[in-house]
């Protein structure tokens, strides 16, 4: 295939599309800039690491292969990668010559949040098509186990562009009439946007439930999440589905990790809470800021979320430029790979503590931190009701109360 040379970047918030600068690759090398017209705008995309100027911008080659994390974060991640290789290989396309400025031009105006690329390389699919839950979360395994099926096209359309490792499709859901169709950037009248998630290989058959039970917990703990719902397939299985932040209708919000605005790469990070936490308080301009990620680092060291890294927490903007943090998503009962919380608590992954969540709050003066971090722990002393409630297995029930931080 012919290499993308220039992509324009635009960011879109409803029907207008704002151009607001270029990337263009020479050799090795990708090179980055405002448009003046942006400029005048005020509009910082990634106030940290790509402030609005006049010059030429080049990002490091790590962690991003020579790509701003602003622009990194439109990339699929995990399993939305995963299809798009296969998709590739599918068509005798070689993903060793495949350019980060290709993979932009993939993404094209189907990305989370707000950014938009082109040229955009069109897939050629038909623009909605229905589809049966059983039959994608079947066609999930065999994509992993490298089995070519024959809804590989379908898939790449569905969840193509979507972050995370666990294989997920972006759909249009109607909570009236409960339809769903394909998700594309205009959905029809009383549709919303939604992602729903299919459990991996390693996964347990109750892992929908279980993430399910999470977000209930979550929203009693004072943490904002978006709606989260259990899809069920024909086959009584059922599957997790949330409601997507970076969407208010068909209008939409620019979304920015907290791996891509600190160009962490979220797999080797060395990154604290407290980080996080300047991060958040630069972005809102208010002192909240800083309780929200407590509350937040106190779900995850007392619920047993280890797979806590910067790319699984987010901030979003709004068309005026308004920052904030993004409602929580990913809080589930899971171990890293090697066993530690992924982001640190006062310099602890191994074994975080309360002791470990005040150091934290007294660094940055956060004075109802101990009520905080007593009404999240409260809420998972309750971790028996809400898995009763969203029928998680016993075994699974049982396996988790042994190792979130309970009462005895």
């Known amino acids: 295939m012919e290499h993308i040379k ?9 029907e207008n599309e704002i151009e607001l600068g270029e990337l263009v690759s020479e050799g090795r090398a990708i090179y980055f800039k405002y448009y003046t017209s942006f400029i005048g705008s005020g509009l910082e995309i990634s106030p940290l690491k790509l402030k609005l100027n006049t010059g030429i911008n080049k990002a490091e080659a790590i962690p991003f292969e020579g790509l701003f994390g602003v622009f990194a974060d439109s990339l699929p991640d995990g399993w939305g990668q995963l299809l798009l290789d296969r998709a590739l290989r599918a068509k005798g396309i070689d993903i060793r010559d495949i ?56 898939l790449y359309i569905l969840g193509g562009s979507s972050g995370g490792a666990r294989p997920k499709i972006l759909v249009g859901y109607n909570p009236k009439t409960a339809h769903i169709i394909v998700a594309e950037n205009d959905l029809p009248v009383g549709y919303e946007h939604w992602i729903i998630k299919f459990p991996s290989s390693t996964d347990s058959p109750d892992i929908a439930n ?37 969407r208010i209708g068909n209008n939409r919000l620019h979304m920015h990790s907290a791996a891509g605005i600190m160009h962490d790469n ?26 929200k990620i407590l509350r937040l680092a106190a779900f995850n060291v007392f619920a047993h979320n280890r797979d806590d890294h910067s ?23 899971s171990s890293s790979g090697h066993g530690m919380h992924s982001t640190m608590v006062s310099g602890e992954s191994a074994n975080p503590t309360k002791e470990h969540l005040m ?33 998680v297995t016993n075994e699974s029930k049982k ?3 042994k190792l979130i931080r309970n009462k005895s």
């Not at 220039?6 to 409803?14: L, R």
């Not at 009693?220 to 932040?245: H, P, Q, W």
């Not at 943090?325 to 009962?333: K, M």
Request: glycine share 6%; hydrophobic share 40%; with cysteine.
């Open 6 to 14: 220039k992509i324009i970047v635009s960011i879109q918030f409803n």
């Open 99 to 154: 350019t980060m400025l290709d993979r932009l031009a993939f993404v094209g105006s189907k990305g989370m949040g707000a950014l938009t690329y082109k040229p955009e390389i069109e897939d050629g699919i038909h623009k909605y098509f229905e589809f049966e839950l059983d039959k994608i979360a079947n066609a999930t395994q065999q994509i992993i186990s490298g089995t070519s099926i024959e809804i590989l096209d379908e």
């Open 210 to 246: 279980i993430e399910y039970a999470y977000s209930k917990m979550a929203i009693d703990a004072g943490i904002e999440m978006s709606e989260c719902k259990l899809f069920n397939g024909k086959s009584g299985r059922v599957y997790f589905g949330t409601k997507r932040f970076d």
């Open 266 to 291: 979220f797999r080797l990070s060395n990154l604290d809470y407290g980080n996080i936490m300047d991060c958040a308080f630069i972005l809102e301009r208010d002192v909240r800021a800083y309780e």
């Open 311 to 333: 790319k699984n927490i987010s901030f979003l903007m709004d068309e005026n430029g308004n920052w904030k943090v993004a409602p929580a998503y990913d809080l589930t009962f």
């Open 359 to 391: 150091e934290l709050a007294n660094y940055f003066k956060i004075k109802n931190a101990s009520a905080i971090i007593d009404q999240v722990q409260e809420v998972i002393y309750n971790w028996k009701a809400y898995a009763k409630k969203s029928n």
């Open 399 to 401: 396996r988790i109360q």
